[in-house]
């Protein structure tokens, strides 16, 4: 018989009028709230140098905007259904003020890139998207007023947000990214806006007039205790931060593939979908029993993580990510309160979510020196047995055996240095016969420690390889080299006497390591004069007088992200103006998951230059690399087809990235 009743109420739920106008409304503003997070995080990447941080930062802001959105709404619905559409109505129309979206005249860090970032945020799209996350809890708050189905339960509107959120979140890598232009998109997003606000205006004025569910001050429920709410914490708190640790992970020690931001994300989002969705509150005891299997399995992959083709690794992270969030999202959904605690629900739900983001976004960086938040996190999963009835000395066994765990890694060697930023986590490992720096599992470098073979440049600036070639073919005629991007400091063993050769790196911290002679030398030993700053190098080499460098080697790539502002036409445009007569570009292609040949290719058709691409480099001091030469007509590109192993690359203009357009898909492998 519930289950008919159930049924029926879920039918009448689609057919009736103002619980559609409600859905629709809800599924609106989700989408519009998940399409402006990637969409303000790829505004901003280009003063940020491409780093990863920049996801993590936004999505803390997003969630604590998101608290505040749900304080807001709880404090406001004790106004009732008269007052509170009232008092919003100003509020709403706030956003129009800053509408259409863009990016500030200041918006580069001076400081701190996390709390200018963060800045950044609130004065670009503070106020829409705080509008935004109200309008989740206060439709279903208004909705609870109203005398129509399943007011008594309102969250299906809570499941159809998260639907629109999905669907919002998907849609801009492959949907909105690939077909429109940023300033497209920011036009297109900021009326859509509106329309929104007008399906919010009809809510607010179909729960100011509409007819009132009766309900006597008899029938409210009791308040839930403090104990209930700690659990709510909780179980809102352990997904949260494990997406932002899986997210981490994925992105810089398994694949550095930025698209990967997204699908943890959306994973976290379905798991609302699926445990919001229904009226029953069963708890998920066998989905709890394969998450603890599948930390498990995670931590011993780790083991072997290196060895095991890719999608295998990436299928298990994202799967124990799925698994564990709808554990947690399923026992929140059972254990939902009545109606007129609904509010209060979601603030205690967004503080949880919020304290995810803080932990992974802002305190991990500064407590740890490396990243072990996702294994950290792993510990707390044990604990959701708690919430099933298991006996606690088991769950607390785990976890503390997971905890400990979670600060114990394998050797790579012997380990020199550690440190963490916001751009990246570092590590310096000497082996036998060299020291070598890492991101994550991508070697950034390393330095023979041989005598006769310690001045010689390895990896992918080695002299059997592509830049071997270059430098071979022009080095003497060098005077002035810029380099974006800097490592070890390899490049600066091709220095001559008589030569500048300038680093530009947006870490300081890499700066540091490669200027120590404890670790690396190549700066220290060249015979060139060699100068080192600290900045996004598209900014930086704008700030060069025009005609200063001779060769410009781009090679700025964070493990294998593409910091895609620097390979647009109107950067190698800028490129173009900073070098001397008979200079040339060179750019580092290597990326095992980008073939960014293409995009180089339509911005040297566009300047009207030749282009030409080579491959190679052998061990034990060269790996194979892949680079682009661009130079004028008679320049480096067409010498090196003529006199090295390199072959003439062309392309077409609409093949170029523009800081309008650039879709990280055209180029997928």
Not at 48 to 61: D, R
Not at 463 to 490: E, H, Y
Request: charged share 15%; net charge neutral; glycine share 8%.
């Amino acid at each position: 018989m519930t289950t008919v009743i159930a049924r029926g109420k879920a039918s009448a739920v689609r057919t009736h009028p103002i619980a559609v106008l409600y859905t629709v409304t809800a599924f609106t503003g989700a989408a519009l709230l998940f399409l402006v997070e990637p969409m303000a995080a790829r505004m901003l990447l280009p003063s940020y140098g491409g780093a990863a941080s920049v996801w993590a930062t936004c999505t803390l802001f997003f969630q604590v905007v998101l608290l505040l959105g749900y304080v807001f709404v709880h404090l406001t619905s004790r106004l009732g259904p008269r007052g509170q559409p009232l008092t919003l109505a100003p509020f709403l129309l706030l956003p129009l003020l800053v509408l259409p979206l863009a990016l500030p005249s200041d918006a580069t860090p001076e400081s701190s890139p996390v709390f200018w970032l963060l800045r950044t945020l609130l004065v670009m799209i503070g106020l829409p998207f705080a509008v935004l996350t109200t309008t989740g809890p206060v439709l279903q708050r208004w909705y609870s007023w109203l005398d129509v189905p399943r007011a008594d339960d309102p969250y299906f509107l809570y499941a159809a947000s998260n639907v629109g959120s999905f669907v919002g979140l998907l849609a801009y890598p492959f949907v909105v990214e690939p077909h429109l232009s940023l300033g497209t998109q920011r036009s297109a997003w900021s009326w859509a806006f509106v329309g929104f606000l007008a399906l919010v205006a009809a809510c607010g004025l179909v729960a100011f007039r509409g007819h009132r569910r009766a309900a006597a001050p008899a029938q409210h429920s009791q308040r839930p205790a403090v104990r209930r709410m700690l659990i709510w914490l909780a179980l809102a708190f352990l997904p949260s931060s494990l997406m932002l640790g899986v997210t981490t992970h994925l992105t810089t020690d398994v694949a550095p593939v930025p698209l990967l931001w997204v699908v943890p994300l959306a994973i976290y989002l379905a798991t609302f979908v699926i445990a919001f969705a229904g009226t029953g509150r069963k708890r998920p005891g066998t989905a709890a029993a394969v998450a603890i299997v599948l930390v498990i399995v995670t931590r011993a992959l780790t083991l072997v993580e290196r060895t095991l083709p890719l999608p295998v690794t990436v299928l298990v992270h994202l799967a124990l990510l799925a698994v564990v969030a709808y554990v947690a999202h399923a026992l929140l959904a059972a254990d939902r309160p009545a109606a007129d605690h609904l509010t209060l629900f979601f603030v205690v739900v967004s503080i949880g979510g919020a304290l995810g983001g803080l932990f992974n976004g802002l305190l991990a960086p500064l407590l740890f020196d490396r990243v072990i938040e996702y294994t950290l996190v792993l510990a707390g999963v044990p604990l959701l047995w708690l919430a099933l009835g298991a006996t606690r000395w088991i769950a607390l066994g785990m976890t503390t055996v997971l905890a400990i765990g979670a600060f114990i890694s394998l050797p790579r060697g012997e380990v020199l240095a550690r440190s963490r930023t916001f751009y990246g986590s570092y590590l310096v490992v000497q082996h036998d016969d060299r020291v070598e720096l890492a991101h994550g599992t991508t070697v950034h470098g390393f330095q023979s420690r041989k005598p006769d073979e310690r001045s010689e440049p390895t990896s992918y600036y080695a002299r059997n390889g592509p830049l071997g070639d270059v430098f071979d073919t022009v080095g003497k005629d060098l005077v002035d080299i810029t380099a974006v991007g800097l490592g070890t400091g390899t490049i600066a063993a091709y220095g001559l006497p008589g030569q500048t050769i300038r680093f530009i790196e947006i870490d300081p911290e890499v700066v540091r390591i490669a200027s120590d002679q404890r670790y690396f030398t190549f700066l220290a030993d060249s015979a060139a004069t060699v100068e080192t700053t600290a900045g996004d190098g598209r900014r930086r080499v704008a700030e060069l007088a025009p005609s200063t460098t001779d060769l410009l080697v781009l090679d700025a790539f964070s493990s294998d992200a593409i910091p895609v502002h620097l390979l647009t036409a109107e950067a190698f445009a800028e490129y173009a103006t900073r070098i001397r007569n008979g200079g040339s570009i060179v750019v580092h292609i290597s990326n095992l998951y980008f073939d960014l040949a293409p995009v180089v290719a339509g911005a040297a058709q566009r300047l009207g230059w030749h282009a030409a691409v080579g491959e190679g480099g052998s061990k034990p001091l060269g790996v194979r690399s892949g680079w682009i030469a661009l130079s004028p007509e008679g320049g480096l590109a067409d010498t090196l087809v003529a006199e090295s192993n390199w072959a003439p690359l062309t392309g077409t203009a609409d093949q170029a990235w523009t800081d309008d357009h650039a879709s990280l898909l055209e180029v997928l492998r």
